[in-house]
């Protein structure tokens, strides 16, 4: 089985700035008439989808999309070698800091937001990653 990873945003040229400065992405291809952009550089593909706010999020419903920050409980963890270095990357790209890098047995996690109010992770594993905990 393989993940597709699909990402709303409302501008999509600053997404792909953004996800290519900020996480080492690069753009492979555009797709439906350049609505969507296809990014490399992760273990899945990511498709940046545009999308305009206020448009309906699911079909048959009055769901619309925001792009202030919100939350959800499906996020993305991006998973590097030196996490400092990584926020500190990401941060001059536009993304936000929510917080204290935090360090655990199993590595070192900082909470985030893109520009478009996506939640997600940058994680440094440290020893043996999550095996710490088992």
Do not use: P
């Given at each position: 089985m393989q993940i597709l990873v699909n990402i709303d945003v409302d501008d999509l040229d600053t997404a792909i700035e953004f996800y290519t400065n900020a996480l080492g992405l690069r753009l492979v291809?555009?797709?439906f008439d350049g609505s969507v952009?296809?990014?490399?550089?992760?273990?899945?593909?990511?498709h940046l989808l545009s999308k305009p706010p206020g448009s309906t999020a699911v079909s048959h419903t009055s769901v619309a999309r925001d792009y202030q920050r919100h939350w959800t409980p499906v996020h993305l963890d991006f998973t590097v070698?030196?996490?400092?270095?990584?926020?500190?990357?990401?941060?001059?790209?536009?993304?936000?800091l929510e917080g204290e890098?935090?360090?655990?047995?199993?590595?070192?996690?900082?909470?985030?937001?893109d520009p478009f109010g996506?939640?997600?992770?940058?994680?440094?594993?440290?020893?043996?990653?999550?095996?710490?905990?088992?």
């Open positions: 291809r555009r797709l952009a296809e990014m490399h550089g992760a273990s899945s593909t990511i070698v030196d996490v400092s270095a990584a926020v500190q990357r990401a941060v001059n790209a536009g993304a936000k890098i935090e360090t655990f047995t199993w590595g070192r996690l900082a909470t985030m937001s996506h939640g997600f992770c940058l994680l440094q594993f440290l020893g043996k990653g999550y095996d710490e905990g088992a």
